[in-house]
């Protein structure tokens, strides 16, 4: 079925009296004109036939698949980064390609992610708030089929304060949808759940219908340094670096040397949402008092205790949370979720992906490995992930995020909280390996966990730019609260990457030199809740396979084995 001519998959209409069935169709076919336009609101009699829009002729505007998910993704990491206004600017034109993909094509990972960005223009403090919570409640509800609960958002968010525009379009939605209305009791008690509204957490009515476990603020692993001699000199935080997410957030705390902390937190008190704190052992702070995120974390406040410093965190809700450390530099790592991460599922069958994360490596003023002529391994990483990056979105239905789009730095902390944030079902990191002996070829893939290999130990000291020492620690520190069953399938998904590998390049390169899925404990892949890899494609240090990686040929058939082992995985294989 098809409403104006956009494919309905997605939404379910339960067989009903054929009255209620055409004033179903109508509702949302008047909705979907809601979204560009205006509805005339009427429902038209039985027998008659809702109006057909040209599909052909909207697809006909937009340039190709590949070439519109490339943009909105650009214009999603653009807009991570612009402040309130102009931020928010970019979110809605992502959203709204999204959007037109999804009721074009009726893929609903375009649906999924345009209700993200539009999630994130609501956490935002901008004009645009309102529309975008009564775009999100629409697309919501046309994904599930339920105009009722349409009509159960929009009603709350009536009652928040807003543009006079904006109250006139809910009012002409909630018009069209008459036929859906609630009784008055119901929508009175949704408006006394809901209380002051802001148009920006969400109505009481999706609250209500929310079935996804949060954990209690508190509740997670915390891993801590077993320090040595204490250093002479206090230890001083240096630097708080924050990466905000709707769902997901990161906060890393540097310290001059390794030192050890209590986490606690703090339930909601009155107007006082919970809190999340760490204690800081014998650390000395001077700085600004609070840092302003937005998001699921509202600010970072940093205070002083007798023997600590401490790092408080003011979240919207409960949480789950997971406290670490990384070495070299010493720095502490809060990651936090509105939910615990659920459990992967096992190594065989067919699995849930939704959401990928290609993290093309190095980049800026790092650029990697560099070979023999002087090929930079940050310019064959992201090569290679701006080719699978639209064959993954277009061939498999996948959204995909880039950790980075262009020739640009991004440090290692921020690379998983960007995966986490994007809620990813996959974490691909990917590298060009290096070694001092030239003839060392061949591929290679890595997992965090702890292990005695000191090749693997090697090469995760290089790309973390860190001590073998290090590298050892964190994958040992890790270890002991790391998910075996995530830990099983990220091993997985890597033996399917290198088979993927062989498979693409052994036709026209003969023998591929298959090194096995090996375990180190690479920073890059610390406190991603999803299964992650770092693979190695080749030696940028061995002068042929330098060549090789200098050529389209051989990336593309790099990036065809990405996109075939997610494929695999995907399928179960």
């Not at 998959?9 to 109508?26: D, H, K, N």
């Not at 960005?117 to 697309?139: F, H, K, P, V, Y």
């Not at 609250?207 to 000199?233: L, Q």
């Not at 062989?502 to 096995?516: D, E, T």
Request: proline share 6%.
């Amino acid at each position: 079925m098809e409403l104006l001519g956009w494919p309905t998959s997605g939404i379910q209409v339960r067989a009903v009296s054929s009255p209620w069935r055409w004033r179903l169709v109508t509702a949302f076919a008047c909705l979907a004109s809601l979204a560009l336009v205006a509805c005339q609101g009427r429902v038209r009699s039985e027998g008659a036939r809702p109006a057909r829009h040209d599909a052909e002729a909207a697809a006909r505007a937009l340039p190709p698949r590949a070439e519109v998910v490339a943009r909105a993704d650009v214009l999603a990491l653009r807009g991570s980064r612009n402040n309130r206004e102009q931020g928010a600017a970019d979110f809605a034109e992502a959203a709204q390609l999204r959007t037109r993909l999804w009721r074009i094509e009726g893929r609903q990972a375009d649906a999924l992610e345009a209700l993200e960005l539009l999630g994130a223009i609501q956490e935002r403090r901008n004009s645009g708030r309102c529309d975008a919570a009564t775009d999100r409640a629409l697309l919501q509800g046309e994904l599930s089929g339920d105009p009722i609960g349409i009509y159960e958002a929009l009603y709350v968010l009536r009652t928040a304060e807003m543009t006079s525009a904006c109250a006139a379009r809910i009012d002409r939605i909630l018009a069209a949808l008459a036929a859906f209305r609630p009784p008055q009791h119901v929508l009175d008690e949704l408006r006394r759940q809901a209380g002051p509204s802001d148009h920006g957490e969400g109505s009481a009515a999706q609250r209500a219908r929310s079935s996804e476990p949060v954990a209690a603020t508190g509740e997670g692993p915390v891993v801590v340094p077993e320090v040595g001699v204490p250093s002479k000199e206090p230890a001083r935080i240096t630097k708080v670096e924050q990466y905000r997410g709707r769902d997901a957030a990161r906060v890393v705390v540097f310290v001059t040397h390794p030192t050890t902390y209590d986490v606690g937190a703090l339930p909601a008190q009155g107007t006082q949402g919970p809190r999340l704190y760490v204690d800081v052992h014998g650390a000395r702070y001077s700085g600004p008092a609070s840092y302003e995120m937005g998001g699921m974390v509202e600010r970072v406040r940093i205070g002083h205790q007798p023997t600590a410093t401490r790092i408080v965190l003011d979240v919207q809700s409960d949480v789950y949370r997971k406290v670490f450390y990384l070495p070299e530099p010493f720095r502490l790592i809060i990651d936090v979720a509105r939910q615990a991460p659920q459990p992967t599922t096992a190594p065989t069958g067919p699995r849930v992906v939704r959401r990928v994360v290609l993290d093309p490596g190095h980049g800026g003023h790092d650029p990697g490995a560099i070979g023999p002529i002087g090929l930079r391994e940050k310019d064959v990483t992201l090569d290679i992930a701006h080719r699978a990056a639209p064959v993954i979105a277009r061939e498999l239905g996948i959204v995909t995020l880039l950790t980075r789009d262009a020739d640009e730095f991004v440090a290692l902390d921020e690379r998983a909280a960007r995966a986490n944030a994007f809620r990813a079902d996959l974490f691909v990191s990917i590298h060009c390996n290096a070694s001092d002996d030239p003839s060392s070829r061949g591929l290679m893939s890595f997992v965090l966990d702890e292990s005695r290999d000191l090749l693997a130990a090697g090469i995760a000291a290089r790309e973390n730019s860190s001590s073998t020492a290090a590298a050892d620690e964190l994958a040992n520190a890790l270890s002991r609260v790391l998910d075996q069953r995530t830990i099983a399938s990220s091993s997985h998904f890597a033996a399917l990457l290198e088979r993927a590998s062989v498979a693409s390049l052994a036709p026209q390169y003969g023998s591929v030199r298959n090194h096995g899925v090996r375990r180190a404990g690479f920073y890059v892949l610390a406190g991603a809740q999803m299964p992650a890899v770092l693979f190695e494609v080749s030696f940028i240090s061995n002068p042929l396979e330098e060549l090789r990686l200098n050529t389209a040929d051989y990336r593309q058939r790099l990036s065809d084995a990405v996109v075939n082992a997610v494929r695999a995985y995907r399928d179960g294989l």
